[in-house]
């Protein structure tokens, strides 16, 4: 797969036009793709920005120095200095041709200060690589040649290909993955910007407390102060709010501290907080930069210029600030709550139950318990011989017998029962009479066959008449 390399070529350009034709035209030959200053599109962005981001799209880079220095940036280097750092500093392999006795005409001619800074760039190149020297653009495209076509077998970079040279699978693969990784890069941000800063481990927070004097209304005998301690969260849960949205002003973050200050002392009961107005208090200003600071130190807040007049300064929540905060104010559980039904057990062999689960299993068991109790208490007996004369007192009337006023098992509710059936259950009333197969006063049940000492057995006492 044929490739072409991008090559950026930087030098001065008042004094050096026919050298940078020469230059261009022997990389063109050698299938490269020369980019300088000349070629430059029109762009929103300042100049120095739009060299930044062609350097670092380039895959090597060929600095060539005449007789001047060239026009100076904001730090009072040369823009040709200034590329050739930023080069070095991308990584890029770099190609240096120095002039070897530049002679300019008097119309070019630069100030001695110049000069003096053209030599000192001259030899920072000559100590830092091997550069090679020409004295006329013919010779200047010749060594260019040479040293472009031993760099690229030397040190091969990514290039440029042709798209449709490109397998279409092998297209849509990169363009997937380049969207997973942008995916990945912007998760990583957020996770990062919602995460402590490092090294918080070791600065005060949470239950930890601090001093806070605060200044208050002056009386006849001067200024008034009043001074407590107060835990760390407190304060961030009091001034976090203020700086969410919009930010807050000093202003607003020291009257906060001032509030709780003061909801601090009344709650407490302060003895020296009696008497004291409040009306007019404020943190006093070591303590306001002192809560300032180590609130930025734990990445919770920044300074920012205020948007409607950027001569002052607001307080802004930073996204791990926010986070905190959410948190501090969210209502806690108080307990947990009951499942409404039984939970499974688990797999694992040992198990930590929670004090609801304890609970609730020992209130069946003392159900059980009672019930246990109560039906061994009761006058039914399971009997070690079940006696055939029995079986009558368990018949109901049938359907063909008349009615008894009152009897609540009258023929509508009659059903049919199999005398011949045996009952795990025998009646112990003294009134059955054996001959007859009737009972006077008798309780009818249905058959249960689980064992009465793990049954719940419900009595109930009525006559037949």
Same mark, same amino acid.
């Given at each position: 797969m044929a490739r072409r390399y991008q090559v950026f070529v930087s030098s001065t350009y008042e004094d050096l036009h026919e050298e940078r034709r020469e230059v261009m035209q022997a990389l063109l030959a050698l299938d490269c793709i020369p980019t300088g200053m000349e070629l430059f599109p029109a762009a929103d962005d300042d100049s120095w920005t739009i060299i930044q981001r062609f350097i670092e799209e380039c895959d090597y880079y060929v600095v060539i120095v005449g007789g001047r220095y060239g026009s100076r940036g904001?730090?009072?280097?040369?823009?040709? +200095?200034? /590329?050739?750092d930023h080069a070095v500093q991308a990584g890029l392999p770099v190609l240096a041709f120095l002039h070897k006795g530049p002679v300019i005409a008097v119309s070019e001619s630069?100030?001695?200060?110049?000069?003096t800074l053209l030599g000192a760039f001259r030899a920072k190149i000559e100590a830092a690589r091997h550069a090679k020297y020409w004295s006329s653009a013919a010779e200047l495209a010749k060594v260019v040649t040479q040293g472009m076509y031993?760099?690229?077998?030397?040190?091969?970079r990514v290039g440029w290909v042709r798209s449709d040279s490109v397998p279409e699978g092998a297209k849509d693969e990169l363009l997937r993955l380049r969207k997973?990784?942008?995916?990945l890069n912007e998760e990583l941000a957020t996770v990062k910007s919602k995460s402590a800063p490092e090294g918080v481990e070791d600065l005060a927070q949470g239950a930890e407390?601090?001093?806070?004097?605060? +200044?208050? /209304?002056?009386?006849?005998?001067?200024p008034q102060t009043f001074s407590l301690d107060v835990r760390w969260d407190s304060l961030m849960q009091a001034v976090l709010p203020q700086s969410f949205g919009g930010g807050a002003t000093p202003e607003a973050v020291a009257n906060a501290v001032a509030s709780l200050a003061q909801r601090e002392a009344l709650a407490r009961h302060l003895p020296d907080a009696k008497g004291l107005s409040w009306?007019?208090?404020?943190?006093?200003?070591?303590?306001?930069?002192?809560?300032?600071?180590?609130m930025v130190a734990l990445g919770l807040i920044?300074?920012?210029?205020?948007?409607?007049?950027?001569v002052f300064t607001r307080w802004f929540a930073t996204p791990y600030g926010v986070a905190t905060g959410t948190r501090l104010f969210a209502v806690k559980r108080a307990q947990p709550v009951e499942a409404p039904y039984p939970r499974s057990a688990p797999s694992t062999p040992t198990r930590q139950r929670s004090q609801n689960e304890v609970v609730r299993m020992s209130r069946r068991s003392t159900l059980l318990l009672d019930a246990i109790t109560q039906v061994q208490s009761?006058?039914?007996?399971?009997?070690?011989?079940?006696?055939?004369?029995?079986?009558a007192s368990l018949v109901r009337r049938s359907s063909s017998s008349a009615p008894s006023p009152g009897n609540p098992y009258n023929s509508s509710r009659s059903r049919n029962v199999d005398t011949t059936a045996e009952s795990p259950l025998t009646c112990a009333s003294p009134n059955t009479n054996v001959s007859t197969g009737t009972n006077r006063s008798c309780e009818v049940t249905p058959r249960i066959r689980t064992p009465v000492a793990y049954s719940r057995v419900r009595r109930s006492s009525r006559r037949v008449e």
């Open positions: 904001p730090a009072g280097k040369s823009f040709t +200095e200034m /590329e050739y630069e100030t001695t200060e110049d000069g031993s760099l690229m077998r030397s040190k091969p997973e990784i942008d995916s407390t601090t001093r806070v004097t605060i +200044e208050l /209304e002056s009386n006849e005998w001067g009306q007019h208090s404020i943190a006093c200003r070591s303590d306001y930069g002192k809560i300032t600071n180590q920044e300074a920012r210029p205020d948007p409607m007049n950027r009761s006058q039914w007996r399971r009997p070690k011989v079940w006696p055939s004369s029995c079986t």
